[in-house]
Nanobody
């Protein structure tokens, strides 16, 4: 099974950009569709974006569409989340997750492996 580790989260100002990375190790990275989720304090974990095994299709939550871009580099076993025009409401812990079968699913139950998360704080 693949192991995941996120990085790149930090404190930024509204309007700034930030790129999160998720490094995978273990079983073949290309066996997995990948997703990014986020969870704000006191809130449920919510879907942000997803990408298929070879990167040919991407999916986004309406709240981030046009501002965030998900990508992956299978040669580096890494999935990225480029976040532009950040807003205070984007403040959350961000998690990457791997799914062997579900394509673009916004439901966390379809993801079998999760990273530990990286914290993003957007100040106004």
């Amino acid at each position: 099974q693949v192991q995941l580790e996120e990085s790149g989260g930090r404190l930024v100002q509204a309007g700034d950009s930030l790129r999160l990375s998720c490094a995978a190790s273990g079983r073949s990275f290309t066996s997995y569709n990948m997703g990014w989720f986020r969870q704000a304090p006191g809130e449920e974990r919510e879907f942000v974006a997803a990408i298929t095994k070879r990167g040919e299709e991407t999916y986004y939550a309406d709240s981030v569409k046009g501002r965030f871009t998900i990508g992956r580099d299978n040669a580096k076993n890494t999935v990225y989340l480029q976040m532009n025009s950040l807003k205070p409401e984007d403040t959350a812990d961000y998690y990457c997750a791997a799914s062997a079968y579900a394509v673009g699913s916004p439901d966390p139950i379809h993801y079998i492996t999760w990273g530990q998360g990286t914290q993003v704080t957007v100040s106004s």
